[in-house]
């Protein structure tokens, strides 16, 4: 059987291969004791028998879609790093998620611990977006440390390598066939779409909305900036990862009528106003990202989104009930969405497109201003290895290979990770913006400062 790749793993593939800035997820256990190593083998095993063990099989013929098979190359046996200092922790994670790996010719993911001089241990995990998005690697971490290879949301399917070639060669030809009829009936219908929705339009349309009538697309425009990173070159984006008491999250939240989503929010535009990137008369888009992962699901990627509009003017802090209710609202559109989008109907021609022009495309392309993902509780299932309790879990996306000119051409902002393990809440924050957030420091301080605003005590990694 051959698992062919969803346009989103073609997405995140072309981003790497084409582009040349894949995307990783890590997931990071921070502990207070030592970690036993036959425990971080055996979770090992169990990954390498999992779904995010896996190579891309590049189609060779015209339209046919790339296929899943199993991998090429295994992940090298646990990674044992030398101790480091304490102050070294955010260093070694950030090293961590540098590391090359690759979709095609493996391995695709690593695993790898560390011990701290004064004590304690940090377990990093990465793995390629290609193979799997957030909510797969959370997912197969979680059955790894349960003793099972294959967690109940991700199977394994089209990894056997049983096929022969000239088998595959003939599937790959009448999948291209298939892919491009496809392609074009979903083109045809998305312009037939897009021409009714532009009638219905002029003929509903007010003659002169006025100046009352915001522009619902409408995002925070940046303002005059400062070049503060150098003006070419390679640039890491600025990135921390703090931790404050999972009930101090949950109280500043309620005390302000909001959840725990809205405050993620907040918190995200406080510190997009500090750093001068928004300023109180802006209308900031917020992109939250939703799981679309269900039982026995087969992608590796299964992430959708949903947007929000947000004032920038301070009201919030003082009310979360509009982010509250404007989130909730989105994410019951997007649940309950029956209509098959224009974009939906392009995604079969555009995983047709060569490389060529797939690069032109996205010279054009931008980062959000501000991203927040709230992963809920799903450091709970993270959290104990061999028996010993993380004192927290960190989880978030990183780009790799970025530099100056890429980071201000595609004007991202802030994008942050949130999630529960236990008593710890702890959140994940990249500055995107190498002039707005120039390092570390300054990026922690931003933080810190947010976190003061809301009476919550951070404890930086």
Known sequence: ????????????????????????????????????????????????????????????????????????????????????????????????????????????????????????????????????????????????????????DFERVGLDNSASSSALAAADVADGIGRIGTAFSGAARALGSAAVKALRARATAPADPGPGVPNATATSADGPRAMVAPTEGAWVPSTVVVDCLSADWAAAAASK???????????????????????????????????????????ANATSGVSIHVAAGGKYRNDLGAIRASSKQAFLAQADRTAITSFELLKPLMQLLPDAIVAKLAASGSAPLCLCSNLGNRGVALRTIGGVDATAVAMRSITQNTDVALLRRTGGGVSAWWNESGERATLCVTGLDPDRFPSKDHLRGLVEAEYERWNLTPEFW
Not at 83 to 112: N, Q, T
Not at 272 to 297: N, Y
């Open 1 to 152: 059987m051959v698992e062919r790749l969803t346009y989103d793993d073609d997405l995140f593939l072309r981003m790497e291969c084409v582009l040349g800035v894949p995307v990783v997820n890590q997931i990071v256990w921070r502990f207070d004791g030592p970690v036993a190593l036959d425990a971080l083998e055996s979770m090992w095993r169990m990954l390498a028998a999992g779904p995010i063990d896996r190579s891309v099989r590049r189609a060779r013929v015209p339209g046919a879609r790339d296929s899943w098979t199993a991998a090429r190359t295994s992940a090298d046996p646990v990674f044992l790093a030398a101790p480091i200092a304490r102050e070294a922790v955010d260093r070694w994670i950030e090293d961590e998620a540098a590391v090359r790996l690759d979709p095609i010719e493996g391995p695709a993911w690593r695993l790898s611990a560390t011990t701290v001089e004064t004590g304690g241990t940090v377990v990093s995990l990465v793995g390629s977006h290609v193979v799997g998005d957030g909510g797969a690697l959370t997912s197969a971490a979680a059955a790894a440390l349960n003793g099972r290879a294959v967690p109940n």
């Open 257 to 299: 009528g909001g959840s725990s989503n809205s405050l993620l929010v907040a918190v995200v535009l406080g510190i997009l106003t500090g750093s001068g990137r928004i300023t109180t008369e802006d209308q900031v888009r917020v992109a939250l990202p939703v799981s679309t992962r269900t039982t026995g699901d087969r992608r």
